[in-house]
Nanobody, 117 residues
Framework: QVQLVESGGGLVQAGGSLRLSCAAS????????MGWYRQAPGKQRELVAA???????NYADSVKGRFTISRDTAKKLVYLQMNSLKPEDTAVYYC???????????WGQGTQVTVSS
């Protein structure tokens, strides 16, 4: 059974940084794509960033140049480094695993990120 556990969320001031981590278990991590999505109150869940097993990345336009997704295959971890955070980045961030540049077969429980102005 696939399990994804996020960590690293919290409260940060605008302009600050956070790094989210997602630990994966129960799957062949090395061959799966991983992604980060977010959902703000009253809005649909949206893709933030994704990374394939071949290290191809996909970013939402709103985070390009500010966020970086990376993965450590040996440790079965995926990271989301978030810099220059804005209040509009406030959301619950979810880790996902699957295929392609929009992986969504398995989900973590989410971690809250709040950016104060």
């Amino acid at each position: 059974q696939v399990q994804l556990v996020e960590s690293g969320g919290g409260l940060v001031q605008a302009g600050g940084s956070l790094r989210l981590s997602c630990a994966a278990s129960g799957s062949i991590f090395s061959t799966n794509a991983m992604g980060w999505y977010r959902q703000a109150p009253g809005k649909q869940r949206e893709l933030v960033a994704a990374i394939t097993s071949g290290l191809t990345t996909n970013y939402a336009d709103s985070v390009k140049g500010r966020f970086t997704i990376s993965r450590d295959t040996a440790k079965k971890l995926v990271y989301l480094q978030m810099n220059s955070l804005k209040p509009e980045d406030t959301a619950v961030y979810y880790c996902a695993q699957g295929w392609g540049l929009r992986p969504h077969d398995y989900w973590g429980q989410g971690t809250q990120v709040t950016v104060s102005s």
